[in-house]
Structure formats: C-alpha cells, structure tokens
C-alpha cells in the first residue's frame, strides 16, 4: 500500500496515478472486510460503499481520459 501511495505522489501520469488510488481503495477495503469478518463488526455496507464508490471514479476518471467529456 504504501508502494502505491509513493506511485500516486510520484506518478508521471493520471493513469498511473489513477491505478494507485484504484489499488489503495480496494486494499482498503479489503482489510475492513477481514477486520468485519474477524471482529464480528457489522460494517459490511461500508465497505461495499467503498468499493462501489472506488470503482465508479476510476470507470469515471477512465471514461474522461480516453473520450475527454464525462457523459
């Protein structure tokens, strides 16, 4: 994770930059899951927001990078 951070920091492009956000957010969201399952927490909607929100703004940025409009 902290690899894709310096990555974000550091990336000579969007997408690359992209990729490292779409990386942290779904190891992010990974580890809540684990920590829901393993603690009995019951914040799984939260992550599924995560991951949800994390996929829809890299379809999004994507979307904008090749076509250059949002809709």
């Known amino acids: 994770m902290f690899i894709a951070f310096i990555r974000f920091v550091k990336g000579p492009s ?3 930059r992209l ?3 779409d ?3 779904l190891t992010l969201a990974g580890m809540f899951a684990v920590l829901a399952i393993k603690s009995s927490f019951e ?3 939260a992550v ?3 991951a949800v929100v994390g996929i829809i703004s890299s379809v999004t940025v994507a ?6 409009k949002l809709l």
């Open 63 to 68: 979307k904008y990078l090749v076509k250059g």
């Open 14 to 16: 969007l997408p690359d």
């Open 19 to 21: 990729l490292a956000v």
């Open 48 to 50: 599924l927001i995560l």
């Open 23 to 25: 990386t942290v957010t």
């Open 43 to 45: 914040f799984f909607i």
